[in-house]
């Protein structure tokens, strides 16, 4: 599986941005994804995730009611809508693929997310 992150950029506090993370090889439908970013001198956190069939997902509590995820797996495709962004959510955001075979309820913790992205910047000015 690779994945390919987009959508990243420079925005101003309490503007939006999505980001979109394209998949390539695998089987799609079956596999939980997710966000994760990693702020200058800080460890790589958990965003949010979405099971295979996108009827179930986790958000970071410092994300829940401004970020939304979601999933097109006909365009094999997961999306996460940020909205009312601050300026402590300015990081590199990863996405990342834990294939175990239709998990029902996404993992909040990197260890089962066995294919990553290359990481999409995001920068939140005052």
């Known amino acids: 599986v690779q994945l390919q992150a987009s959508g990243g950029g420079l925005v101003q506090a309490g503007g939006s941005l999505r980001l979109s993370c394209v998949a390539s090889g695998g089987t799609f439908a079956s596999v939980t994804m997710a966000w994760f970013r990693q702020a200058p001198g800080k460890a790589r956190e958990f965003v949010a995730a979405?099971?295979?069939?996108?009827?179930?997902?986790r958000e970071a509590e410092s994300v829940k009611g401004r970020f939304t995820i979601s999933r097109d797996n006909a365009k094999k495709t997961v999306y996460l809508q940020m909205n009312s962004l601050e300026l402590e959510d300015t990081a590199v955001y990863y996405c990342?693929?834990?294939?175990?075979?239709?998990?029902?309820?996404?993992?909040?913790?990197?260890?089962?997310?066995?294919?990553w992205g290359q990481g999409t910047q995001v920068t939140v000015s005052s």
């Open positions: 990342a693929a834990d294939t175990t075979w239709k998990r029902e309820s996404p993992v909040v913790t990197p260890e089962p997310y066995n294919y």
């Open positions: 979405i099971n295979f069939s996108g009827y179930n997902t």
